[in-house]
Nanobody
Framework: QVQVVESGGGLVQAGGSLRLSCAASGRIFTIVSMAWYRQAPARSGRDLVASITSSGTTTYADSVKGRFTISRDNAKNTVYLQMNSLKPEDTAVYYC??????WGKGTLVTISL
């Protein structure tokens, strides 16, 4: 299996910034897309936050456009999510997805008032 490990979650006040990292290891034989999803406390499932293809094409949920930036370091098989101007509604467990079926365990991001 591919191992996916997120880091960087924590508690931050509204308006602050946080950077999440996701490192993939194991049997990865091709450069694949990577993405960040999140599940808020009141939500029933995971919502796509941002994704980045092997060629660097990015997509963002409307709710985070202009505030979040996804990037990747292909040499390290690592994807980052820079989160700025954080809002209480950004509070969620953030999950990293590598390719089509490899998920991390999630990292909790809590935005205080």
């Amino acid at each position: 299996q591919v191992q996916v490990v997120e880091s960087g979650g924590g508690l931050v006040q509204a308006g602050g910034s946080l950077r999440l990292s996701c490192a993939a290891s194991g049997r990865i034989f091709t450069i694949v897309s990577m993405a960040w999803y999140r599940q808020a406390p009141a939500r029933s499932g995971r919502d796509l936050v941002a994704s980045i293809t092997s060629s660097g094409t990015t997509t963002y949920a409307d709710s985070v456009k202009g505030r979040f930036t996804i990037s990747r370091d292909n040499a390290k098989n690592t994807v980052y999510l820079q989160m700025n101007s954080l809002k209480p509604e950004d509070t969620a467990v953030y999950y990293c997805k590598v390719g089509v079926n490899a998920w991390g365990k999630g990292t909790l991001v809590t935005i205080s008032l």
